[in-house]
């Protein structure tokens, strides 16, 4: 199993410019997130979803748009990137929401600059 | 609402130290907690995990026990290695829920 898949691991945008995260989950999981990492903080969730066709808002949606078509894939959109997206992002998934299942899988980051 | 808070970093330890990091919490319910652990250019680990009052998790030598009496998870481990050289993050994950909240992370350095 490959786990969770996030491209392109490094990308240096312009002000205004647009991008795609991908990230590509192979274990089946129903539940998908995106955080985003700043500098000495801990992770903040800028959107997630709980199935296919499924997807809310976290603490920090705004500046960002996701899809989830199907159960595999959750990409994470910026239209106009700004200097404040500057950050290290990474998808995570779960099996589930519930009891007994907790765990969160992580992707190896993508790590974004805006210029 | 949920919360996390972990002790600032960065802690710096000679190899073979003992190693206390502190994590404290605020959650409705009973959460689930979790250390993960984030190495240079890595994402994120499960290092371990307790889902219930005076639970144990352990790995790799590090251990943490869920005390619900003082909201805390705090992590140990009782001879660090260069190889611990890394970030780790409390996390909670309430009963029923599926959004884990983490801490704002602890940077260890281990000297040789």
């Known amino acids: 199993n490959a786990g969770v898949t996030q491209t392109p691991k490094f990308r240096i945008l312009k002000i205004g410019q647009s991008m795609t995260l991908q990230c590509t989950q192979d274990?089946?999981?129903?539940?998908m997130y995106w955080y985003r990492q700043d500098p000495g903080m801990g992770l903040k969730l800028i959107y997630y979803?709980?199935?296919?066709?499924?997807?809310d808002k976290g603490e920090v949606p705004n500046g960002y748009n996701v899809s989830r078509s199907t159960t595999e894939d959750f990409p994470l959109r910026l239209e106009l990137a700004a200097p404040s997206q500057t950050s290290v992002y990474f998808c995570?998934?779960?099996?589930?929401?519930?009891?007994?299942?907790?765990?969160?899988?992580f992707g190896q980051g993508t790590r974004l600059t805006v210029v | 609402g949920n919360s996390v808070t972990q002790m600032e970093g960065p802690v710096t330890l000679s190899e073979e130290a003992f190693l206390t990091i502190n994590c404290t919490y605020t959650?409705?319910?009973?959460?689930?907690l979790f250390w993960y652990v984030q190495y240079p250019g890595e994402g994120l680990q499960l290092l371990l995990k307790?889902?219930?009052?005076?639970d144990k998790g352990s790995n790799k030598g590090f251990e943490a026990t869920y005390r619900k009496e003082t909201t805390s998870f705090h992590l140990e481990k009782g001879s660090v290695q260069v190889s611990d050289s890394a970030v780790y993050f409390c996390?909670?994950?309430?009963?029923?829920?599926?959004?884990?909240?983490f801490g704002a992370g602890t940077r260890l350095f281990v000297k040789a």
């Open positions: 307790a889902t219930k009052a005076d």
């Open positions: 959650a409705t319910g009973y959460p689930s």
């Open positions: 274990m089946n999981h129903n539940y």
């Open positions: 979803s709980v199935g296919a066709g499924i997807t």
């Open positions: 996390a909670l994950r309430n009963t029923g829920g599926f959004k884990t909240i």
């Open positions: 995570a998934s779960t099996l589930t929401g519930g009891i007994g299942d907790t765990e969160a899988f």
